[in-house]
């Protein structure tokens, strides 16, 4: 028994060792993954939700909010989910509505330019928008 702990410990002191030595050299595997996901790239599909509260989101499938996109044609899943708010899509040659009245789902397809987009609920707009940019 006695034997069997300090042989546990020597392993446990050698992988301390080891680790101290890996980040020395900036290793790899403990370098912190930024938390940017992956990058998106044309043809992807990206979730956009408006609804049941005040909340208006356009995400990537990782689930991260879009804030700009490489140039090309995206599918777009819209889940209106109230009748007090749209998803209102605009942007150079994009100009998408979910409807106010409308609930449910539906999937655009879009194709984005390198340019501003904006997406808003219109009856709160000052409040429930969000933007991205597309590059070339
Ligand atoms: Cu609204």
Redesign the pocket.
């Given at each position: 028994m006695r034997l069997r702990v300090g042989i546990v410990l020597a392993l446990g002191a050698a992988l301390l060792v080891a680790g101290c030595g890996g980040g020395s050299d900036g290793g790899t595997e403990a370098t912190t993954a930024p938390t940017t996901g992956e990058p998106v790239e044309a043809g992807a599909t990206l979730e956009a939700s408006?609804?049941p509260g005040?909340e208006?989101s356009l995400k990537t499938a990782d689930g991260e909010n879009v804030t700009s996109l490489p140039a090309g044609e995206y599918t777009i899943e819209v889940d209106d989910q109230?009748e007090?708010?749209?998803f209102h899509l605009t942007g150079p040659g994009v100009d998408e509505d979910s409807g106010?009245a409308e609930t449910g789902t539906s999937t655009w397809t879009v194709t984005f330019e390198p340019g501003s987009y904006h997406y808003q609920?219109?009856?709160?707009?000052s409040s429930?928008r969000g933007d991205f940019e597309v590059t070339g």
């Open positions: 408006v609804g005040f208006i109230a007090i708010h749209n106010v609920c219109d009856p709160h707009a429930m």
